[in-house]
């Protein structure tokens, strides 16, 4: 995984200026450096405060990994649950937590997990407050569901909204997918061409998208929606101003307080001051190639945003903070990005029957199905530079939506660059793929063997109920379970692939910034992929990368409206 967190120096430019007097170009109570869910979720918080709050993005785009994502939040024990009567608790909120994340350094205390289960109601219902409308996704387990404290339906996720409503502000929101989709839409959706509830999700999308072009909407959902939604919040009624292609260049200080930024905005240099705090929330360093091989041993191949380049993170640390999980991300697998295209994080096909992945000898290495960050971690425990292949037999390609293969364009490519390899037998494909014939034909054989008893008993895929939930439950007796062996056969090479580092630095209950010693950088705040996880090396639950990031900016806005000015 890379050298050890605390071997990891940032850069020796000095980007630290310590003042003597207050003289700033531009003065607000708060700063916000980022403007994914920790950045909004704490202007949010500012402004429910009556706080005068200014937000900065590094790029032309806001929204940041938060409006390129799912846009579920894991919120345990939240306010539409208690609603609901779904019967979850406090207690069995931090049971799972502790059984799933256990205490990985000072982010993942028990006090700081205390910390995130109690603000979930915070967030919601102040969200809620300024107009955000959510809606459960009942559906969704947790990733360790029969683990001690595990349920089916923790997660949350906006409702499709009207970008319109944010105006000219739509033009430059970071948007994936501009539809109105939900998280249930997806795993259905994929299913359209092979069951009667995966046709119908689909013709309800249409019909969704339908109804906004005839009542005069344009409907976005997902990470977009919910990145939209806040920034409606944030920006329309909170009136914050948003600075785009303002980067952060320094953290200024009055003795050992952090007391404002100095930003490059339109060229020049400008100083912001701020009365009560400034959040660092300007996501990971996902983008940075060269800081990502030293710390973790891989360039990396991210999904998220192009600004998440770890600068506030360096100007933390030479600020005085402690970092920890650098060496850690949101693991997964992707298929590898052909020039001109970025990669595509698999999700939910990994689950689907007719599939398997195998290594660059063609044998199995791990359970297909399970959630992405635990299959990121066998990829590189297993080899870290070799080769993986995602196989399809022929009835995947007909029964399921590959989200992947949609483009032409991205297929042809794919296909000129060996990324997608196609073939009328197995032998072939084996052949064309480099792999060993004999361990290829094991595999397959055991993997189909398998398939007919309804048993995986080399990885257990399937047995989950959190594999099954992407799963096809019109083939049976398992769900993740089919046959390899209806040509023609696709592979598709896979990587190891992440939605975002998670180290960075660390913080207290309320997201402000500590020293080794443990004592707090007064004045400066963290939260987000720019802070180490209190989720440690694991995910317990879908949106387990929001949810935390909404919750820790709602109470860092809470306890910046009790600093001083």
């Known amino acids: 995984m890379g050298k050890s967190v605390c071997q990891y120096q940032p850069d020796n430019v000095v980007r630290l200026r310590r003042l003597t007097v207050r003289s700033f170009d531009h003065t607000y109570d708060v700063v916000v450096v980022g403007t994914g869910g920790a950045g909004l979720a704490t202007a949010l918080g500012a402004i429910d405060e009556g706080l005068s709050v200014l937000l900065l993005e590094s790029t032309d785009r806001w929204g940041g990994n938060t409006a390129m994502s799912?846009?579920?939040?894991?919120?345990?024990?939240?306010?539409?649950?208690?609603r609901a009567g779904a019967g979850d608790s406090r207690t069995e909120a931090l049971e799972y937590m502790e059984a799933t994340i256990g205490v990985v350094g000072r982010a993942s205390t028990h006090e700081r997990k205390e910390a995130y289960v109690d603000g979930v109601d915070d967030f919601v219902l102040t969200a809620e407050k300024h107009g955000i409308v959510f809606a459960r996704a009942t559906d969704y387990p947790d990733y360790y569901p029969e683990l001690p404290g595990g349920k089916i339906g923790r997660a949350i996720e906006p409702?499709?909204?009207?970008?319109?409503?944010?105006?000219?502000?739509?033009?430059?929101?970071?948007?994936?997918?501009?539809?109105?989709?939900?998280?249930?839409?997806?795993?259905?959706?994929?299913?359209?061409?092979?069951?009667?509830?995966?046709?119908?999700?689909?013709?309800?999308?249409v019909f969704r998208v339908l109804g906004g072009v005839i009542t005069g909407k344009k409907l976005t959902g997902i990470g977009a929606g919910l990145a939209a939604r806040l920034g409606h919040a944030v920006f329309v009624e909170g009136k914050a101003p948003l600075w785009l292609e303002s980067p952060l260049e320094e953290l200024?200080?009055?003795?050992?307080?952090?007391?404002?930024?100095?930003?490059?905005?339109?060229?020049?240099?400008?100083?912001v001051g701020a009365k009560r705090g400034v959040m660092l929330a300007a996501g990971g360093f996902d983008q940075n190639r060269a800081k990502r091989l030293e710390l973790q041993g891989v360039e990396g191949t991210p999904s998220g945003s192009p600004g998440a380049l770890g600068v506030p993170i360096d100007l933390a640390?030479?600020?005085?903070?402690?970092?920890?999980?650098?060496?850690?991300?949101?693991?997964?697998?992707?298929?590898?990005?052909?020039?001109?295209?970025?990669?595509?994080?698999?999700?939910g096909e990994r689950s689907l029957p007719f599939s398997l992945i195998v290594d660059a000898r063609?044998?199995?290495?791990?359970?297909?199905?399970?959630?992405?960050?635990?299959?990121?971690?066998?990829?590189?425990?297993?080899?870290?530079?070799?080769?993986?292949?995602?196989?399809?037999?022929?009835?995947?390609?007909?029964?399921?939506?590959?989200?992947?293969?949609?483009?032409?364009?991205?297929?042809?490519?794919?296909?000129?660059?060996?990324?997608?390899?196609?073939?009328?037998?197995?032998?072939?494909?084996?052949?064309?793929?480099?792999?060993?014939k004999a361990t290829f034909r094991s595999t397959v054989e055991r993997l189909n063997g398998f398939a007919r008893t309804g048993r995986d008993q080399d990885f257990g895929k399937g047995d989950s109920a959190y594999d099954r939930y992407y799963g096809d439950p019109t083939v049976r007796p398992n769900p993740c379970?089919?046959?390899?062996?209806?040509?023609?056969?696709?592979?598709?090479?896979?990587?190891?692939?992440?939605?975002g580092t998670k180290g960075g630095v660390v913080t207290d209950t309320d997201s402000r910034a500590l020293r080794e010693d443990g004592s707090v950088i007064e004045g400066l705040y963290s939260a987000g992929n720019n802070s180490a996880s209190v989720m440690g090396h694991t995910y317990p639950g879908p949106g387990s990368t929001i949810g935390p990031a909404a919750v820790f900016g709602m109470r860092a806005a809470r306890h910046m409206a009790r600093a001083r000015g």
């Open 70 to 82: 799912g846009g579920g939040m894991w919120l345990p024990n939240n306010p539409l649950m208690q």
């Open 159 to 205: 409702k499709p909204f009207d970008v319109r409503q944010i105006g000219e502000l739509a033009k430059s929101l970071r948007i994936l997918m501009p539809l109105p989709m939900m998280t249930d839409d997806v795993w259905q959706i994929v299913r359209a061409w092979s069951t009667l509830d995966g046709f119908g999700r689909g013709a309800r999308v």
């Open 252 to 271: 200024l200080l009055e003795g050992d307080r952090v007391v404002g930024v100095q930003v490059r905005k339109d060229g020049n240099p400008v100083t």
């Open 317 to 347: 640390q030479q600020a005085g903070a402690a970092v920890e999980l650098m060496e850690d991300a949101w693991w997964g697998a992707s298929i590898a990005g052909p020039e001109g295209f970025g990669p595509s994080f698999l999700v």
């Open 362 to 436: 063609g044998a199995r290495f791990a359970n297909e199905a399970e959630y992405y960050v635990d299959l990121g971690h066998h990829m590189l425990e297993h080899d870290k530079d070799g080769d993986y292949w995602f196989i399809l037999d022929a009835r995947h390609r007909h029964r399921y939506l590959r989200s992947f293969a949609l483009d032409p364009r991205l297929s042809k490519a794919m296909r000129a660059e060996g990324i997608e390899v196609k073939a009328d037998t197995l032998e072939e494909l084996a052949e064309r793929l480099d792999l060993d």
């Open 481 to 499: 379970l089919g046959t390899i062996e209806k040509g023609p056969f696709v592979a598709y090479k896979i990587v190891v692939g992440d939605l």
